[in-house]
């Protein structure tokens, strides 16, 4: 059983773009949101973090939204750069265990 | 300040053998967290330990297990290696008592292991 759904799995967006990643979550004891930035050959950064009871954080050009009820949030990334191309995690965490989505590979076009 | 260290990076393993891999934390972080990473089963979660104890466990086999020593430095073991064992083995070290509590968590580049 998935326990996090991340979509979409690629995204192809023009450099300046808005660049959006979805994930739901089926467990409601889940307390802390975090997402992920992978590049190749390198182990996962931690981009920002949420936790259930903000609506919106946003740090620099990187918004998550939260939506408690639905189960769901999302990473934005407002005028997308090519140095953003990257795969990017959502991440659900219970007591110190952390479920992540599947993935979604970004590739911002100059 | 140095970043978290896996060593080694790379790995090539005959089926049935056995290995071990090290995490080295950033100075101070006392949790330490493995992950596999696959193409096919993306991250997933192996083990957490925090002040050697082990904390959070995921659903692997017996075959993986994993131990902290005093200086927070952490090792993860696989026996009896399958193929299915190939993947990117990651550690993450935070200074609290967890990746998901809130403490910001560090990962290494991994190491690459690669059965045969």
């Known amino acids: 059983q998935q326990q996090v759904k991340q979509s979409p799995q690629s995204l192809i967006v023009q450099k300046g773009g808005i660049s959006i990643i979805n994930c739901a979550y089926e467990?409601?004891?889940?307390?802390?949101f975090p997402w992920y930035q992978q590049f190749p050959g390198k182990g996962p950064a931690l981009l920002i973090a949420?936790?259930?009871?903000?609506s919106e954080k946003k740090e620099g050009r990187f918004t998550i939204s939260f939506n408690k009820s639905a189960k769901q949030f999302s990473l934005h990334i407002m005028d997308s750069q090519p140095g953003d191309s990257a795969t990017y995690f959502c991440?659900?965490?219970?007591?110190?265990?952390?479920?992540f989505g599947d993935g979604t590979t970004l590739t911002v076009k100059p | 300040k140095a970043g978290v260290t896996q060593t080694p990076r790379y790995l090539i393993k005959t089926r049935g053998q056995q290995v071990t891999l090290s995490c080295s934390p950033i100075?101070?972080?006392?949790?330490v967290s493995w992950y596999q990473q696959t193409p096919g089963q993306g991250l997933q979660f192996l083990f957490e330990?925090?002040?050697?104890?082990?904390?959070n466990k995921g659903n692997f086999p017996g075959r993986f297990s994993g131990r902290q020593f005093s200086n927070s430095r952490s090792e993860m073991n696989v026996s009896t290696l399958e193929l299915g064992d190939s993947a990117l083995y990651l550690c993450?070290?935070?200074?609290?008592?967890?990746?998901?509590?809130?403490?910001?968590?560090?990962f290494g580049q991994g190491t690459r292991l690669t059965v045969v």
């Open positions: 993450a070290s935070s200074y609290g008592t967890g990746l998901a509590r809130g403490t910001e968590a560090f």
């Open positions: 467990n409601t004891a889940f307390d802390y």
């Open positions: 949420i936790r259930p009871d903000v």
């Open positions: 991440a659900a965490s219970e007591g110190g265990k952390s479920t």
């Open positions: 100075s101070g972080h006392r949790s």
């Open positions: 330990y925090f002040s050697e104890t082990q904390r």
